[in-house]
């Protein structure tokens, strides 16, 4: 009966223990696309905090109406360990540069808004290659 008990709680520790360590985080290669993004549009991100995760700069829930800064991300991929950027909404954030063609790099992106922003030049037309982009 003992060791019985000693087996449950030690696989249950053990599991537990597994389930902490596999948090999700953004690919590699679409961490890159967002800092020449940022570097495009003079968005200075904190890059020492998972885009993916609720802390850092990297989304404002209670922002002042009109504006918004987020970047949403989806981490349901390889078993909730992979995230991919679906959103990034930067509106109202006295933003300048042009439209980056860096977000080709973001293979699952749907929506991009800049809007309230003194965004110039034309959109790049690469954009065009996003083939999840539904909203610009």
């Keep these: 009966m003992f060791c019985s008990r000693l087996v449950l709680v030690s696989l249950t520790i053990v599991i537990y223990s597994v389930n902490l360590g596999c948090s999700a985080t953004l690919a590699p290669d679409e961490v890159d696309a967002l800092k020449q993004i940022g570097k495009t549009l ?5 890059f020492d905090v998972d885009p993916c995760s609720e802390g850092g700069n990297w989304s404002i829930p209670n922002a002042p109406e009109g504006s918004e800064n987020a ?15 679906v959103t990034i909404a930067l509106k109202s954030q006295s933003l300048q540069g042009t439209v980056p063609g860096e977000l080709v ?32």
Excluded at 71 to 85: K, L, M, P, S, Y
């Design 71 to 85: 970047v949403i991300c989806n981490c349901t991929f390889v078993n909730n360990t992979i995230c991919h950027v």
């Design 42 to 46: 003079g968005k200075n991100w904190n």
């Design 105 to 136: 790099r973001l293979p699952y992106l749907q929506t991009i808004s800049l809007l309230g922003n003194r965004i110039t030049g034309p959109i790049p037309g690469e954009v065009a290659n996003i083939s999840t982009l539904s909203d610009l």
